[in-house]
């Protein structure tokens, strides 16, 4: 489809990298991704898993009440 534009880039699912759990404190990791090859015009943003989880995640041994957000990343000018 020529010419068409995309409603979404790309759809990142974040999960919990085990590889890197310190001490009750990790990071995540990029679990799946869709498209799994780059858009020749907008590659796809390493380190998304930061963005998702600035504070990095944190376990307990209790679980806590399900707590869900959106975030859309732009630039100042409100584009993508």
Not at 42 to 57: I, K, N, Y
Request: hydrophobic content about 40%; glycine content about 8%; aromatic content about 12%.
């Amino acid at each position: 489809m020529a010419g068409a534009s995309r409603l979404v880039d790309y759809l990142a699912v974040i999960g919990f990298d085990e590889k890197r759990a310190r001490h009750g404190l990790s990071v995540g990791e990029v679990v799946q991704r869709f498209p799994e090859d780059d858009w020749p015009d907008t590659p796809f943003l390493h380190g998304l898993e930061v963005f998702c989880q600035p504070q990095g995640w944190i376990l307990k041994s209790l679980r806590p009440s399900p707590s869900f957000f959106v975030s859309t990343l732009t630039d100042m000018g409100a584009d993508r």
